[in-house]
């Protein structure tokens, strides 16, 4: 019993004694829900971040395998009725058009051609984080392996879905950075000031609240350049939605600011001679760094859910550019739903990315909030 009550004081005592921060990670690591999200979370940002490496093929390069257009995903196995082996293969594949089937394409899978699976190969080069190469995870030691099968065009799908995660976490992240930017100067300022101007900046949030995300869009879209290229699309594309993605972490700042800036310790650091923005940046604005971040979370699916819809609808990103929203535009066809399901694998991804990023954000609120316990 001594021993059991001097671990509790212990425990209490790091309680007490605990930052915000440990605060927070204690809380959380108590959801599970929330830390299997992060697990999964983690596993597709680390995918996507690597898919030069981890993909096998370059997942732009039309007709990369053009005797294998809309093909089905090959799944790798160890052991047929010729025996096992003790490296994963896959079967080679024969195609021929048939009369019976409207002369699409047959395929026919050759169980006398195994095509063995080998790890860091060489293959298609590319640039990582600015570093040339062209060492890929795995390959086949002839032909080509495609996990997702390909579109009608011979891409891999497999090498697809890799790059498009990275691609709209990509636009994702640079669209929250903008929008974190833009919320915490014009919320610090209207919170810190108020008055006037606090109602002049709130007159100018509610403008952008009210805009309608998609028309907007589709007018922005009639005055693109058909000239543009992937990297000004993309940029603009991240642009516009930090520039409308602001009014609500902006709001969340003012209100906090407007409480905070009667303390005690902002009197002692105006008294000290101390600007109105270095009170906002090194005071003010640190006193809540949790909730901001919780907030920036919790964006980040909505900014995703944006970039895919406008590319989905023909408004964002397009070839060659690869993003979740392009790769689902191929699954609007009745053609694909009938003959072709398997251009439906990358929404299983979508859907992975946006749950995870959804339970981990309300895991990180409901930890961030001393007295969401209380509750339950």
């Not at 589709?218 to 993605?245: C, H, K, N, Y």
Request: glycine fraction near 8%; include cysteine.
């Amino acid at each position: 019993m001594a021993k059991s009550a001097v671990i509790d004081q212990k425990r209490r005592e790091a309680y007490y004694t605990a930052s915000q921060r440990q605060l927070i990670w204690a809380r959380f690591r108590r959801n599970t829900s929330a830390m299997i999200a992060a697990g999964v979370l983690l596993f597709l940002i680390l995918v996507g971040l690597f898919s030069d490496f981890v993909a096998p093929y370059n997942p732009t390069i039309a007709g990369a395998d053009k005797d294998y257009t809309n093909g089905a995903p090959q799944i790798p196995r160890f052991c047929d009725d010729a025996g096992c082996s003790a490296r994963p293969f896959i079967y080679g594949i024969k195609r021929e058009r048939s009369v019976e089937t409207n002369f699409r394409w047959v395929t026919t899978i050759d169980t006398e051609d195994r095509r063995y699976i080998e790890f860091f190969v060489r293959g298609d080069a590319y640039r990582m984080f600015g570093i040339p190469g062209n060492l890929h995870l795995f390959g086949v030691d002839e032909g080509y392996v495609h996990l997702f099968g390909t579109d009608d065009l011979g891409k891999d799908i497999f090498s697809r879905t890799l790059h498009a995660i990275n691609t709209s976490m990509a636009v994702g992240t640079l669209g929250v950075l903008i929008s974190f930017v833009m919320a915490l100067i014009i919320g610090g300022v209207a919170g810190y000031f108020g008055g006037f101007v606090d109602g002049a900046l709130q007159m100018v949030t509610d403008a952008i609240r009210v805009v309608p995300a998609i028309p907007l869009f589709m007018a922005l879209a009639a005055f693109v350049p058909d000239t543009w290229s992937a990297e000004q699309r993309f940029f603009f594309i991240s642009i516009i939605l930090g520039f409308i993605g602001w009014p609500t972490l902006a709001r969340r700042v003012r209100t906090h600011l407007l409480v905070e800036r009667t303390q005690e310790y902002v009197l002692a650091a105006r008294l000290c001679g101390a600007s109105a923005g270095h009170i906002i940046a090194r005071h003010l604005l640190p006193s809540f760094t949790s909730y901001i971040i919780v907030d920036l979370v919790i964006s980040f699916p909505y900014m995703v859910l944006s970039e895919t819809a406008l590319s989905f609808i023909g408004l964002g990103l397009k070839d060659p550019v690869t993003s979740l929203g392009v790769l689902l535009q191929n699954t609007t066809s009745a053609d694909v739903l009938l003959n072709y399901q398997w251009y439906f694998i990358p929404v299983l991804f979508f859907i992975a990315l946006v749950m995870a990023f959804v339970f981990v954000g309300d895991g990180l609120r409901d930890a961030a909030d001393p007295y969401s316990e209380a509750h339950k």
